[in-house]
Every structure is written in structure tokens, then in C-alpha cells.
């Protein structure tokens, strides 16, 4: 079982709608990170959270360490958000940290 | 501008030579990381090295050797000891102040290798 879970690994939404990509994890991690990763391979960090709630344009981050569990919203979605979203927890392990990703999300938004 | 920069895009190598893969920065970060990304997979880390001249093996380092003689620069070699070296390389950058993973990580876009 992998410690970094996403869901669900494929997502086709229509131009507008609230999309939500879910992450959890096994591990106790102190921060979690989103990133997009565009078809070109690219990728961008989007977020990194370790409580509460962040909000940047139209995506919105939240996190429940307790529950061990993340999502990512993508409110009024448009086709230029076609990309792979993933999830990546900080987890501190041994004397280094170490990041775990999530397979990801490919998530295409139709016009 | 500020960013990472990875070349090139593409790479075609015959199998048991080895590839030297490139990784710049001009973000002035302590930090840069080596990931390897299969097709289904999450990404795997290489190496990563928090400051010159030091650098630490990742998860999967077997078959690959890195340097760090300037901060922005952190070349890859995949050696021919590397068993399935096809695959896509993303390099990435951050600060270092305390723990290497503590930060946000900058990606460079990345390089395709394929090894016939």
C-alpha cells in the first residue's frame, strides 16, 4: 500500500464545474505540498500546508492532520486547469525529512 | 528571470553509455534534488544536496552519481549500471535553512532520457 494515496486518478469535468482531488497518507508528516505538473512534463508547486486552510485564485488547499487527509478544489474549473495534480507529504524520518508523492490526479476539464 | 533550467528536453543514448544530465539555478538556493518519474509512479528521489560539495543518496540511487562543485549547478550522470535508466528526470531547487524538504521546491522542466 502506497503511504501517499490520491483520488481518483482520473478526473473529466465540464468547463465551470467545483472539481476536488483528495489526498491521504499513512505517515505522520509535518507538511503537505500540492503541484501541478502540465502535459510539457513542467511542474509548479502550488501549495504547501501543514494546518488549516490556503486559497490562491481559484484553487483552494485544505488539510486535517488528524484525519491525515488533504484536498485540493478547483472552484468555476476552465480547460487551461488540464493537468496532473499531485500530492506530496513532508514526512520526517530518521534524521532527514523526506518527501513521499502521490501517483496523481489527471484531471481534463472540457470546454 | 529566476528559475532552473534543465537540457536538454530530450536525450537518446545506446544502452551501456553512460549521460550526464544538466540542472542549473539561478534562485541562489542551498538545496537541489534529483527526481526520476515513471509512467504511473509517483516521482522517486535520486540524490539531493543541501549545500556544495555535500550531496545524499536518495531512494534510488543505485546506478546514478551526482556532483555539487557550485551551488547552481547539480549535474546527474546515469551510468550503464542503471538498469532501466528510461524515464523522465525533473531537478529541483530550495531554500536550505534547517531541514533540506522543509521548503517549497522549484522544478526545472525536466528531461526526457530514453535508452535503446
Known amino acids: 500500500k502506497n503511504e501517499v494515496e490520491q483520488s481518483p486518478q482520473n478526473l473529466t469535468a465540464q468547463e465551470g464545474e467545483f472539481i476536488t482531488i483528495n489526498c491521504s497518507y499513512s505517515?505522520?508528516?509535518?507538511?503537505l505540498h500540492w503541484l501541478q505538473q502540465h502535459p510539457g512534463g513542467g511542474i509548479v508547486s502550488l501549495f504547501m500546508?501543514?494546518?488549516g486552510k490556503k486559497k490562491h485564485g481559484r484553487l483552494i488547499a485544505t488539510i486535517n492532520i488528524q484525519e491525515k487527509h488533504s484536498s485540493l478544489h478547483i472552484t468555476a474549473s476552465h480547460p487551461r486547469d488540464s493537468a496532473v495534480y499531485i500530492c506530496?507529504?513532508?514526512?520526517?524520518?530518521?534524521?532527514?525529512?523526506?518527501?513521499?508523492f502521490g501517483k496523481g490526479t489527471k484531471l481534463s476539464v472540457k470546454p | 528571470d529566476g528559475g532552473i533550467t534543465q537540457s536538454p528536453k530530450y536525450l537518446f543514448r545506446k544502452e551501456g553509455q553512460n549521460v550526464t544530465l544538466s540542472c542549473e539555478q539561478n534562485?541562489?538556493?542551498?538545496?537541489m534534488y534529483w527526481y526520476r518519474q515513471d509512467p504511473g509512479q509517483g516521482l522517486r528521489l535520486i540524490y539531493y544536496?543541501?549545500?556544495?560539495?555535500?550531496?545524499q543518496k536518495g531512494d534510488i540511487a543505485e546506478g546514478y552519481s551526482v556532483s555539487r562543485e557550485k551551488k547552481e549547478s547539480f549535474p546527474l550522470t546515469v551510468t550503464s549500471a542503471q538498469k532501466n535508466p528510461t524515464a523522465f528526470y525533473l531537478c529541483?531547487?530550495?531554500?536550505?535553512?534547517?531541514?533540506?524538504?522543509?521548503?517549497?521546491?522549484?522544478f526545472g522542466p525536466g528531461t526526457r532520457l530514453t535508452v535503446t
Open positions: 529541483a531547487s530550495s531554500l536550505q535553512l534547517g531541514t533540506a524538504f522543509s521548503y517549497e521546491q522549484y
Open positions: 500546508l501543514s494546518s
Open positions: 505517515v505522520g508528516i509535518s507538511a
Open positions: 534562485l541562489n538556493h542551498d538545496a
Open positions: 544536496s543541501q549545500i556544495v560539495n555535500d550531496f
Open positions: 506530496a507529504a513532508l514526512n520526517y524520518g530518521g534524521s532527514q525529512g523526506n518527501l513521499i
